[in-house]
């Protein structure tokens, strides 16, 4: 499998505790972060890839998460990976059993766009291949189940 698709329209709460934004009752904080950190981001599409390295043959996996906030600072709000690990483990509950999502680095997220390395339990990137040809859509799933 090249890719698995999932269309969305999940609100994620924020944490508003991004490195790159600053929470208006922050004041701790001298001067401006960033943006003023949302209280909330919906995600409409998650892409999950397949990566194979030419080399050696091992598979890794990433996702990129469209969203609503116009920008990147949601980067490092510790609301989003866990929150999106929840809703992968119920729509892919055999591929997501031991995984969690993490943001990857910061040079890698873009505007209304989320990037994420899909890490196993033990930390490690490196996976079991599946045998799939074609991309996977799955349409918006019933997260209230």
């Not at 969203?67 to 509950?93: C, M, N, Q």
């Amino acid at each position: 499998m090249q890719n698995i698709v999932i269309k969305l329209n999940h609100t994620v709460e924020l944490a508003q505790d991004s490195y790159y934004t600053r929470n208006p009752d922050d004041s701790a904080i001298d001067g401006a972060i960033g943006p003023e950190c949302p209280s909330k981001v919906t995600f409409h599409n998650i892409r999950i890839r397949r990566h194979v390295c030419e080399f050696d043959g091992d598979v890794w996996f990433d996702m990129v998460a469209s969203h609503t906030f116009d920008g990147w600072e949601i980067y490092s709000d510790t609301a989003v990976g866990p929150e999106l690990t929840r809703v992968l483990k119920k729509v892919l509950p055999e591929f997501f059993e031991t995984r969690d999502v993490i943001f990857s680095e910061q040079g890698m997220q873009e505007y209304g766009v989320a990037h994420f390395d899909i890490i196993d339990e033990d930390g490690s990137t490196d996976f079991v291949d599946f045998n799939e040809d074609d991309e996977l859509v799955i349409g918006t799933p019933n997260l209230a189940a």
